[in-house]
């Protein structure tokens, strides 16, 4: 399996959430609303998820194993960086 587009979405407001992300893979799949905050040891991804009946939050869609989460948060961290980067310098140039 691929991630072959991110495409992520700032949050303006103040916030614990910084982005919410999009991802497809291999070409073929979307998952929409992972989204990206900051949290007491630096950022994290959060998989897209409901509210159940009982009040607690489930995962609609969410990695199988570790090794896989951890690839997914890696790209959308890196790409999320980079978005910040691509901000800060057209605002530089203003």
Known sequence: MQITDVRIRKV????????????????EFVVHDIKVI?????????????????GEYRDIAHPINSETRDRIQRMILERYEVALLEVDDTEAEV
């Open 12 to 27: 303006t407001k103040e916030s614990k959430m910084k982005a919410v992300v999009s991802i497809t893979l291999d070409n």
């Open 38 to 54: 900051e949290g007491e040891k630096g950022l994290f991804i959060a998989m897209p998820s409901r509210k159940a009946a009982d």
